[in-house]
């Protein structure tokens, strides 16, 4: 080949990696340089560890790694032996480890269980070496995320709002200070530590009640004139700008 050609057909690769997106680009020089290895749930199963097989694996979310540094919790006898050799993405969260719990269906856990399962994931990526893909239910046989894989990441993607928003919750409604002793009653109080929020402002006590349950807790709030909150209560017998409030029988929340 003259080299002008040479010169066309790597400036056509280059811009080809140019011009498609960023993460196809990516996994196209991931499968050229070390192709990802793809192992089927029988192979897998051979990799349990058992005295002359080939070694100890295990797989999170179709992703597959080598535990055999980590032989007296997965290999024979170890307290989680039941995860090796296969899929058991489930067992992570329900911490049921019976041959039923040792599931990778994960389809009716909730977004903060999967924020769990995705911990894990995180763990073992950290901790151990990473082997290649489980073709099955998260992965396709060349290796591609299935549906059931992005239908998790989503559900994941809305796991992680709802943390945030709760945590957004915390930080602007922190708990109360509560202590309760049968010669003194109960009370409870703020202070610019409580609930765990460092914060600049103490705040006053109100029974923050969550929709539907019926149910209250103590919350430092930072304005109480601020707009109305029609879930929020003062507490009994104490002025609504106090930052300690005596619980007369009131449960400490
Ligand atoms: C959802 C429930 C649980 C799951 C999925 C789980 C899973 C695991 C796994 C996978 C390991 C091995 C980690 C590694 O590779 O280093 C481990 C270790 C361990 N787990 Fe659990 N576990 C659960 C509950 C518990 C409970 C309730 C206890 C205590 C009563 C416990 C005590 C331990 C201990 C002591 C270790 C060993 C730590 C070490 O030696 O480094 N686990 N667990």
Redesign the pocket.
């Known amino acids: 080949m003259a080299p002008g050609c040479v010169c066309v057909a790597l400036c056509s690769v280059l811009l080809a990696l140019f011009l498609i997106p960023s993460d196809w680009s990516s996994e196209l020089m991931a499968s050229r340089s070390a192709p990802v290895r793809l192992l089927t749930k029988q192979e897998l199963r051979g990799y349990s560890g058992e005295r002359g097989g080939p070694g100890l694996y295990l797989s999170i979310l179709g992703q597959v790694f080598d535990?055999h540094s980590?032989d007296?919790?997965?290999g024979p006898g170890g307290?989680?032996h039941g995860?090796a050799g296969k899929d058991a993405s489930l067992?992570?969260?329900?911490?049921d480890?019976t041959p039923a719990g040792l599931t990778d269906d994960v389809s009716a856990l909730s977004p903060s269980q999967v924020l769990v399962l995705y911990d894990?994931l995180a763990?073992?990526q950290k901790?151990?070496k990473p082997v290649g893909r489980l073709i099955g239910r998260f992965y396709s046989e060349r290796g591609r995320p299935t549906a059931a894989l992005m239908q998790l990441e989503s559900r994941r993607s809305e796991g992680l709002r709802l943390k945030a928003q709760v945590q957004a919750e915390r930080e602007q409604f922190p708990a109360c200070n509560s202590e309760w002793s049968a010669a003194l009653g109960g009370r409870v109080w703020c202070s610019t530590k409580s609930g765990g929020i460092d914060r600049v402002w103490t705040g006053v006590p109100r029974k923050l009640y969550s929709p539907g349950s019926g149910r209250s807790r103590c919350v430092c709030v930072e304005d109480p004139t601020a707009a109305e909150n029609p879930n929020m209560q003062e507490y009994q017998g104490c002025s609504p700008r106090a930052a300690s409030c005596p619980l007369g029988g009131e449960e400490v929340g």
């Open positions: 535990v980590g007296r919790h997965y307290a989680y995860m067992a992570f969260v329900t911490g480890f894990w763990f073992y901790d151990y």
